[in-house]
């Protein structure tokens, strides 16, 4: 069974830096593309960033310059560094794998369990 496992989510003073981390793990044929989003209470999931399997990241406006996003396609891992965290970051972020268990099934998305991010003024 193929799961997302996240980690590194936590509270942090407007200005401090988190970690987040993505495993994927199971039986995987290929992985596409791998990524964060977050949904803030009220709010609807929003991309923060993304990062293909060629390396090139995409990102949200909101979080240019602070938050990057990178990769370990050996350890089929994806980690988001946040920087300059504000308030407005405070949600619950969710890895996203775009995704083939097998040739045959194809790729869909496939997503972790979520975890918080809270950053206080």
């Known amino acids: 069974q193929v799961q997302l496992v996240e980690s590194g989510g936590g509270l942090v003073q407007a200005g401090g830096s988190l970690r987040l981390s993505c495993a994927a793990s199971?039986?995987?044929?290929?992985?596409?593309?791998m990524g964060w989003y977050r949904q803030a209470p009220g709010k609807q999931r929003e991309l923060v960033a993304a990062?293909?399997?060629?390396?090139?990241?995409n990102y949200a406006d909101s979080v240019k310059g602070r938050f990057t996003v990178s990769r370990d396609n050996a350890k089929n891992t994806v980690y988001l560094q946040m920087n300059s965290l504000k308030p407005e970051d405070t949600a619950v972020y969710y890895c996203?794998?775009?995704?083939?268990?097998?040739?045959?099934?194809?790729?869909?998305?496939?997503w972790g369990q979520g975890t918080q991010v809270t950053v206080s003024s």
């Open positions: 990062i293909l399997s060629g390396g090139r990241p």
């Open positions: 199971g039986s995987i044929f290929s992985i596409n593309s």
């Open positions: 996203n794998a775009y995704m083939a268990v097998t040739l045959q099934l194809g790729y869909r998305d496939y």
